[in-house]
C-alpha cells in the first residue's frame, strides 16, 4: 500500500490510491483504483472488474466505493484489459477468466486485504464474475452477478434462435467507440459518434451484418463476430462457462430485472447452479430495466416499494460472508416483485406451485384486438376455423417497446389494431391470479416460408382497456425444429415466455398476442435460408401462417401460477 501522504482523502478517513498496477501472466499491466477505510490493517476486499472507466465504478446503480469503504471494505475498481488506463487489447469477455483469477491472485497477498474477497457488479461486470469464478482463484468468497448472464448465447445476445437485434447493436456501437478512440482511429470514431446518436437508423440497416462503421479498417470484429456466429458453437464455448457453470461452487446473490434484457440470463444463472445442488444461492427479481433501478418501467409506475435499497442488501450479503455477521441468515431464497400488486413476494423456491391452462379459440378471425380470439379454460371440442395472418418482413410487428425496442412496460392497444399479428383474450377474472414463472407457449401452426418465427406476448388488459406489457417469447423454426421444419406443414411450437410476476386482479383480462416478429427487439426472419444478419429486401420474402385449435391440435398458454 502506498505511504499515506501519496493517498487522497474521500472524507470519513476513507483514503484512495489511484492508478493502482498488477501485471498479468502474459505482462501486460492492469490498473485498478483502491479505497481504503478509516482505520489500517487488513480487511475484506471487495472486487469490481469493469470495462466503462474504473472512475464510474457503476454508480449509476451502485454507491460509490467510498461508500462501502465506509463500512469497512478494502474496494478495487480495476479497468479490464485494453480499457481506461490497462493495457492490451479489448475484445468482450475472452480475456477476464484468466485475468480475474491473476487479479485475484494478486489482490489475496495485497497489504490491506486479509485473504477473503468478494466480486460484484452488473452487466459486463457480472460475466467478470462468473468467468472469473469459473477458474477457481485464490481467496474469492463470495459473488453477487446482477443482470447477466453465464450463457452469453442464450442468456446475452440470441433468444431461442433470434439475435437481440437493438440491445446488440447499440451496445457494440458503445465499445467499438472506445476502441476507435483508443486506436486513433479519427474517420472510424466520427461515424461511430454518429451512429451512436442515431440508434434506430443502425438497427433498421439491412443487411445489418454489413453496417458501413463495421468496414473500417482497424477496429476490433467482435460486433461483426456476433452477428455471424448465430448458432451456440465453438466460438461461444470459448467465451463463457455455460459447458462448466458447475465449476463455480460459491454462494451467489443473483438479482434481474423483469424488463432487463438479460433477464432470462439471470435467472438461468441462479437455477442452475440452485439444480446443480451448489448451496447458498439468492435471487432477488426485481421489476426493473437495466438502468436504473427505480419505479418506473415504460409508463407503468411501480409503487413506492420498487425502491428498493439494494445497496444496504449487498452490503449485509458481504457482511455475512466476508465478516461473518450471520445478517441474511433470515433472507429469503427469492424475493420478487409482483406487477399488478407493486408489492414483494418471499419464496424458497423459484416458479408458481399449480399451472393454469389457457387455450386458444376463435371462429378464424383473431386478427387484431377487434377480432374472436378468445383464451378460455375448456379446451375446443370440434374443429375450429384456423386463424391466418401474413407475416411481411418489410412491414414487421413493431417491439413492445416501439420502433427503438424501449425496454420496459407499455400500453400495446396500439400495436394491437393490427391485421399482421393475432390477439386472445380471458373473460373478465372472478377472482385474481398470480402468474410467477416462465409462461409457456405450444402452437400447433403452418408457415408457408422456408424459415420462420413464431411470437408470444402476455399483455395484462385492465378494466379502463389499458393494455400492459408484461412479457415476451420468441422461437426461431431453425432453433427450435431444426431440420424436422416442413413449410406448410402443422407443426407444435412449444417453447417459453421470458419469466415474470404478476397479478391479474378481478376484473383484470389476461391476453396473449400471436405474431412472427417483434422488430427491433429480435431481428426480421427473411423467410428464405439465408442468415438473417445478410439479409435485405432484396431476398426478403413474404409468408402466410395459420394457428390451429381443434381436439387434436390444442394451442395453449400454460401460466404457472401461486396459490
Excluded at 163 to 191: F, H, K, N, P, Y
Excluded at 393 to 411: H, K, L, Q, Y
Amino acid at each position: 500500500m502506498t505511504t499515506k501522504s501519496n493517498l487522497i482523502d474521500c472524507g470519513d478517513g476513507v483514503k484512495l490510491e489511484r492508478g493502482v498496477a498488477a501485471i498479468m501472466r502474459d505482462g501486460i499491466k492492469l490498473v485498478s483504483d483502491h479505497y481504503y477505510p478509516a482505520v489500517t490493517g487488513r480487511f475484506p476486499t471487495l472486487l469490481m472488474r469493469q470495462p466503462y472507466g474504473r472512475s464510474i465504478a457503476s454508480t449509476v446503480v451502485y454507491a460509490h466505493p467510498v461508500w462501502f469503504a465506509r463500512a469497512g471494505y478494502h474496494v478495487v475498481i480495476q479497468d479490464v484489459r485494453g480499457r481506461g488506463d490497462s493495457q492490451g487489447d479489448f475484445y468482450p469477455f475472452r480475456n477476464e477468466g484468466a485475468d480475474g483469477f491473476d487479479t485475484l491472485s494478486w489482490l489475496v497477498n495485497h497489504p490491506a486485504s486479509n485473504g477473503k474477497i468478494g466480486m460484484y457488479g452488473f452487466s459486463y461486470q457480472g460475466m467478470t464474475q462468473w468467468l472469473a469464478a469459473a477458474e477457481q482463484p485464490p481467496g474469492l468468497v463470495v459473488i453477487a452477478p446482477w443482470m447477466t448472464a453465464h450463457d452469453l448465447y442464450e442468456g446475452w445476445f440470441y433468444h431461442q434462435g433470434t439475435l437481440r437485434l437493438a440491445d446488440t447493436v447499440g451496445w457494440g456501437i458503445q465499445m467499438l467507440r472506445e476502441d476507435a478512440r483508443r486506436r486513433q482511429l479519427t474517420a472510424a470514431s466520427a461515424e461511430l459518434e454518429a451512429a451512436w446518436l442515431q440508434p434506430r437508423q443502425q438497427a433498421y440497416f439491412t443487411p445489418y451484418g454489413e453496417l458501413p462503421i463495421l468496414a473500417h479498417n482497424g477496429l476490433p470484429s467482435y460486433l461483426r463476430d456476433w452477428f455471424e456466429h448465430h448458432t451456440r458453437d465453438d466460438y461461444w464455448k470459448q467465451l463463457d462457462i455455460a459447458d462448466r457453470l458447475k465449476s463455480v461452487r460459491l454462494p451467489a446473490l443473483h438479482l434481474s430485472g423483469w424488463y432487463d434484457p438479460y433477464l432470462r440470463g439471470s435467472i438461468s444463472g441462479f437455477r442452475s447452479l440452485s439444480a446443480a445442488g451448489v448451496p447458498h444461492q439468492y435471487l432477488l427479481a426485481g421489476p426493473w430495466v437495466h438502468i436504473p433501478f427505480g419505479d418506473r418501467v415504460g409508463d407503468m409506475s411501480l409503487g413506492e416499494l420498487a425502491q428498493f435499497d439494494t445497496n444496504q442488501l449487498l452490503l449485509r450479503w458481504f457482511n455475512h460472508w466476508l465478516k461473518g455477521t450471520n445478517d441474511f441468515s433470515e433472507e429469503p431464497v427469492v424475493r420478487h416483485f409482483v406487477l399488478g400488486a407493486n408489492s414483494w413476494a418471499e419464496s424458497e423456491t423459484w416458479g408458481g406451485d399449480q399451472t393454469q391452462i389457457y387455450f386458444l379459440r376463435s371462429a378464424g378471425l383473431a386478427n387484431s384486438r377487434k377480432g374472436d380470439g378468445k383464451l378460455t379454460v375448456g379446451r375446443p371440442a370440434t374443429i375450429e376455423p384456423r386463424d391466418w395472418f401474413v407475416q411481411d418482413p418489410e412491414t414487421p410487428v413493431i417491439a413492445p417497446g416501439g420502433p427503438t425496442a424501449s425496454p420496459g412496460s407499455f400500453d400495446q392497444a396500439g400495436t394491437e389494431q393490427g391485421n399482421n399479428l393475432l390477439v386472445y383474450t380471458s373473460d373478465p377474472l372472478a377472482e385474481d391470479c398470480s402468474v410467477f414463472g416462465s409462461p409457456v407457449l405450444t402452437l400447433y401452426a403452418t408457415s408457408s416460408a422456408e424459415t420462420t418465427d413464431f411470437v408470444g406476448k402476455l399483455v395484462r388488459v385492465r378494466p379502463d382497456q389499458k393494455c400492459e406489457f408484461i412479457c415476451i417469447g420468441v422461437a426461431r423454426s431453425d432453433w427450435l425444429l431444426g431440420e424436422s421444419y416442413r413449410a406448410d406443414h402443422i407443426q407444435e411450437w412449444n417453447f417459453e415466455l421470458e419469466p415474470t410476476s404478476c397479478r391479474f386482479h378481478k376484473g383484470d383480462r389476461i391476453r396473449l398476442e400471436i405474431a412472427s416478429s417483434a422488430f427491433p427487439l429480435y431481428d426480421r426472419n427473411p423467410g428464405v435460408k439465408i442468415a438473417a444478419a445478410k439479409a435485405s429486401p432484396w431476398n426478403w420474402k413474404r409468408s402466410t401462417q395459420s394457428v390451429l385449435h381443434e381436439p387434436q391440435y390444442t394451442s395453449k398458454l400454460e401460466l404457472p401460477v401461486t396459490t
